[in-house]
């Protein structure tokens, strides 16, 4: 499915499932994570293809920090490498890289490969890749709030647009402090499948899901 219009789509994924698919294989949880980089890399190159405006992956929250350190650390060189290696063909292919969240946080090794992906894909127009590690919403919204200002500066600090489409996949229904602002007005749609068996095929369902949404923002539907 295609999904052309003047409008290019923001979609955001929050990408869960990753250690219960790997449990559920008698694997250990980080092979799940590694597999899920799989998927990122697969469904990067659907959004290309549908046209896609703009793709925020949910990597990594502020409640993540929670988990056991080694599990931390194997995530932090994931995103790392995954930096690293995809940044110069993401870079060919017109892929800008933002990256949403705290960055005093994270390993230096982290935080340069962060801003080494930005500065070399700042000039790509064909999709903007949104990686959100370290990442809270309240925070992000806390950040960007002072007196007197208008939603749009608000929405201007916090450095992303509104989203359109909003998919979970890993069965839960629920947006744990991702995108607050940005999807008041999103369409949610929550999959059972688990995030590493989520492949271009999935995504296109779930896009042919959001093509029959009728969305009204709050009008009388025309
Ligand atoms: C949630 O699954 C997923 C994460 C906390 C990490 C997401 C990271 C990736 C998909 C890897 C690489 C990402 C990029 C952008 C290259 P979970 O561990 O909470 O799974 P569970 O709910 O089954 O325990």
Excluded at 62 to 70: D, E, I, K, L, M
Excluded at 141 to 150: E, M, R, V, Y
Excluded at 153 to 173: H, K, N, S
Aim: net charge negative.
């Amino acid at each position: 499915m295609q999904t052309n219009s003047d409008h290019r789509l923001h979609v955001a994924i929050i990408m869960d499932g990753n250690g219960r698919w790997a449990e559920s294989r008698g694997m250990p949880r980080a092979a799940g994570h590694q597999v899920g980089a799989d998927s990122v890399r697969a469904i990067v190159s659907a959004a290309i293809e549908h046209n896609i405006g703009a793709l925020t992956l949910y990597a990594f929250s502020t409640y993540n920090w929670q988990r056991p350190s080694p599990e931390v650390a194997g995530l932090m060189s994931l995103l790392r490498h995954f930096l690293l290696v995809e940044a110069p063909e993401l870079q060919r292919n017109g892929v800008r890289i933002s990256v949403l969240g705290r960055r005093d946080r994270v390993p230096l090794g982290l935080a340069r490969a962060i801003t080494a992906a930005e500065r070399a894909t700042v000039a790509g127009t064909r999709l903007h890749l949104r990686i959100a590690i370290d990442y809270s919403a309240r925070d992000a919204i806390l950040a960007a709030a002072s007196d007197g200002l208008t939603a749009e500066a608000i929405a201007e600090r916090l450095g992303t647009e509104d989203v359109d489409f909003l998919i979970r996949t890993g069965g839960d229904q629920r947006l744990s402090d991702f995108l607050l602002w940005e999807c008041a007005q999103a369409e949610l749609y929550f999959t059972p499948v688990q995030w590493p068996d989520f492949g271009p095929t999935e995504f296109d369902t779930a896009l042919a899901d959001f093509a029959h949404r009728t969305r009204s923002f709050g009008a009388i539907p025309a």
